[in-house]
């Protein structure tokens, strides 16, 4: 059974880091497409970084040179390190993955989903 379980949310101020974990069971994280994605209050769910069963990394325009996605196979965990954090970037996020090598940025295309870890940045 596929899971997915998000830990390292929290509330920070603006320019904190935050280190975000996913851990994954039922499945191989290194080898499939892994995700996270965010939900800001009234807003769509959006992409905020892949990475396939390649490890080839995706990036969001709101996520590049501020967000570093990354598998730990030793740990079967997703990570999402995020540095310089602003107010817009409070969100619900979320682990996601598609059990292929292959990544898509829709969330439509995500069949397995954590249950989210709220992450608050104020000014």
């Known amino acids: 059974q596929v899971q997915l379980v998000e830990s390292g949310g929290g509330s920070v101020q603006a320019g904190d880091p935050l280190r975000l974990s996913c851990t994954a069971s039922?499945?191989?994280?290194?080898?499939?497409?892994m995700a996270w994605f965010r939900q800001a209050p009234n807003k769509e769910r959006e992409a905020v970084a892949t990475?396939?069963?390649?490890?080839?990394?995706w990036y969001a325009t709101l996520a590049r040179g501020r967000f570093t996605i990354g598998k730990d196979v030793k740990e079967n965990s997703l990570t999402l390190q995020m540095s310089a954090l602003r107010p817009d970037d409070t969100a619900a996020y979320f682990c996601a993955a598609i059990l292929d090598l292959a990544c898509l940025s829709h969330p439509s295309a995500y069949p397995h989903w954590g249950q989210g870890t709220q992450v608050t940045v104020s000014a």
């Open positions: 990475v396939n069963g390649f490890g080839a990394e």
């Open positions: 039922g499945f191989s994280a290194g080898r499939n497409c």
